[in-house]
């Protein structure tokens, strides 16, 4: 028969009774660091679901006033072609000797070159230049970009790198292109000469 000395039994029993302590320290911060946690999950969740319903709303709001502005805008646009019509017209049927001045066209007349990068809010000089260099010289063009094409460019367009995407350049590009310049004043601001 084996015998054990009573001083094994002392230090058997004295490093269950450390493991014990350690175990539950560890346990018991490790319960109370995942309690933390998860009740900062769910505040975050929380938050999280509220910013996601107001985002969704303020985007249905905002969809809502693009349908209701879009009409007028239409008949904006509509009204600026026809007073262009009428302005030309008029300035064919003047005598040659006529010295009166005549008013700028609507869209063409005060947006001489409608094909013009610099147009779009957020191209000035340098990126019109770069994007020229990568096959992309007008306003059209920009419109006609596929999303493809509009990855490839944007993704060599160096330093300027993200602009066609957030600065909306494409859909700027095709309002200015179909002529609805009320609208695109209306979501971008004023339609500007370029400097």
Do not use: K, Y
């Given at each position: 028969m084996l015998v054990i000395p009573p001083e094994a039994y002392a230090l058997a029993a004295a490093a269950f009774l450390i493991g014990l302590l350690i175990g539950r320290m560890l346990w018991g911060g490790g319960r109370v660091r995942a309690e933390r946690l998860a009740a900062e999950?769910?505040?975050?969740?929380?938050?999280?679901?509220?910013?996601?319903?107001?985002?969704?709303?303020?985007?249905?709001?905002?969809?809502?006033?693009?349908d209701q502005v879009k009409p007028l805008a239409d008949e904006v646009d509509r009204l600026r072609t026809e007073n262009a019509r009428l302005i030309a017209r008029r300035a064919t049927a003047l005598p040659a000797d006529h010295d009166r001045p005549i008013p700028e066209m609507a869209v063409a007349g005060a947006y001489a070159d409608l094909g013009d990068l610099r147009l779009l809010k957020g191209v000035g000089d340098k990126l019109a230049q770069r994007l020229a260099e990568l096959g992309v010289r007008t306003v059209p063009e920009m419109a006609a970009l596929s999303p493809i094409d509009a990855e490839r460019v944007d993704g060599d367009l160096g330093p300027f790198a993200g602009r066609i995407g957030r600065d909306q350049l494409i859909d700027q590009a095709r309002l200015i292109a179909d002529g609805r310049v009320t609208e695109f004043e209306a979501r971008y601001g004023k339609l500007e000469r370029p400097a």
């Open positions: 999950l769910v505040s975050e969740r929380i938050i999280t679901a509220d910013a996601a319903q107001n985002r969704l709303r303020l985007e249905r709001e905002v969809a809502a006033g693009r």
